[in-house]
């Protein structure tokens, strides 16, 4: 398979003579975004958000799938379905921003990082045609280029911090990997934390054994490719390891993406078949029957936890499970609104919320992070440590986690008659989870309490529960 010019036959960039949506729709794909991530990450802005505000080390598979399900949305032919997904990545990157270490200002609407973002893009999806044998000539390479600075248009609303013709951009490419990037924390995470510790994709949690067997031989063997597939004069510049035979390790490996994806039945190598053997969030296609057998997970880990259990107290002990699961989602040990602003980030994704529910869920998360500072914060420091919540979980004001439940049984609540019905209730967990449970016919304030007293450990639910039940 070759990727030549041709006639247009659609005027509209991602319509059915596309480029690009094809190749985001392949798993080989995945290895352009590794690729494109550390060069995202090596940018000092965009390394210092992601440090700070990011899920990307605690939940990488939770990541993947948002990053697959937002691209798709932004690629699709319907200019509506586009712009309802820009408008929702602008309003949540619009409230992010702070400093790094070095006192340096970053912010999530930043047009010079999002630009550095798209160009990573079309950079890494270059190699990649080009490691896996299927270079792109020069025509096309100039319509794929066109299609990504289209694609930042939709999210940015302009493609003006991208230069205008693909001879101006290798210029400016060049100039921001040679003068801008860092081997900065970000990088030094992704190439020697996230393969080490990378948590079992769900199909495999029944299965530690054999998951930390295979992630010991596969960790270095990845970082090996990623490291491998930078540009020479990054990896030179910032001291990367030039291990002896990666190139050839990384070459071997696009090549065998590119050959299963020629041979190997269509259903199987692409990228929502993958995602759904490793999450079970995704529509699974042929491995729904093996990931079925192979048990469940939690589709939503982080937000949801089951009630404590054995000896102790079962409200301390299960407090100090929903920190280590649910609250801390930076994963860096303590609680701080980044936290509590991923989780609403992450219900709003699941939701596909409207600005206006969106705005009341985050709303209702800053009145709960007030609570827990004024409540727990001695020091003011705007951290929060593990056994301080478990110590006073039980004890804690729940107002925001009520305005939470409120936005939660609006969005369910469809007819809007003041109860959730069986359909509903239904209709929640399939929209938001993609599983099936029963339940319902609840008001208000019977759905408003379970969820408070779920949220803080202190009742056991066998509908969350489920939801991190394998089997």
């Known amino acids: 398979m070759s990727h030549t010019s041709g006639t247009r036959q659609d005027a509209d960039p991602f319509g059915p003579d596309s480029l690009l949506r094809p190749l985001t729709h392949e798993a080989r794909w995945g290895l352009a975004v590794l690729r494109a991530a550390l060069l995202e990450a090596a940018h000092p802005r965009i390394g210092a958000a992601l440090m700070e505000n990011s899920t990307f080390l605690t939940h990488p598979w939770r990541r993947l799938r948002n990053t697959a399900v937002s691209a798709r949305r932004l ?180 090549l065998g993406a590119a050959l299963a994806t020629r041979h190997l039945p269509q259903g199987w190598t692409r990228l929502d078949a993958v995602l759904g053997l490793l999450d079970p969030s995704s529509d699974g296609g042929p491995w729904e029957t093996i990931r079925r057998q192979a048990g469940k997970a939690a589709a939503l880990v982080r937000l949801l936890a089951p009630a404590g259990d054995g000896d102790g107290s079962p409200a301390t002990r299960s407090a100090d499970r929903f920190f280590a699961e649910v609250l801390d989602q930076t994963g860096d040990g303590v609680l701080r609104w980044p936290d509590l602003a991923a989780m609403a980030r992450e219900i709003a994704t699941r939701l596909d919320l409207g600005e206006q529910d969106e705005e009341r869920l985050f709303q209702a998360y800053a009145a709960w992070w007030s609570e827990l500072q004024a409540a727990l914060d001695r020091d003011g420091d705007g951290r929060i440590t593990r056994d301080e919540y478990a110590a006073a979980a039980a004890r804690l004001p729940g107002t925001g986690l009520i305005r939470v439940a409120d936005v939660l049984f609006d969005v369910t609540d469809a007819d809007g008659d003041g109860t959730i019905d069986a359909a509903e209730y239904r209709a929640l967990f399939r929209t938001a989870f993609h599983r099936d449970l029963e339940g319902g016919g609840c008001s208000r304030g019977a759905f408003v309490g379970r969820f408070v007293s779920f949220m803080s450990g202190q009742q056991h639910s066998v509908a969350y529960t489920s939801l991190l039940a394998s089997g």
């Open 75 to 254: 690629l699709d032919p319907d200019p509506r379905v586009r712009d309802r997904e820009a408008a929702r990545i602008n309003r949540l990157h619009a409230r992010i921003s702070g400093t790094d270490a070095r006192g340096r200002p970053y912010d999530g609407s930043d047009r010079d990082a999002r630009a550095w973002v798209v160009a990573t893009l079309f950079d890494s999806t270059v190699t990649m045609c080009r490691l896996s044998g299927d270079a792109l000539d020069a025509e096309a390479m100039r319509r794929l280029y066109d299609e990504h600075r289209t694609f930042l248009a939709v999210i940015d609303g302009t493609a003006e911090h991208l230069p205008a013709t693909l001879r101006e951009f290798w210029p400016y490419y060049d100039h921001v990997v040679e003068r801008v990037l860092e081997n900065n924390e970000a990088v030094g995470v992704i190439l020697y934390r996230l393969f080490t510790g990378v948590p079992a994709p769900p199909v495999l949690r029944g299965h530690p054994a054999v998951w930390a067997a295979g992630r010991a031989m596969a960790s270095p063997l990845v970082t090996a490719i990623a490291i491998a597939s930078l540009p020479e004069a990054f990896s030179r510049r910032v001291a990367l390891p030039d291990l002896p035979g990666a190139r050839t390790l990384m070459q071997s490996a696009y």
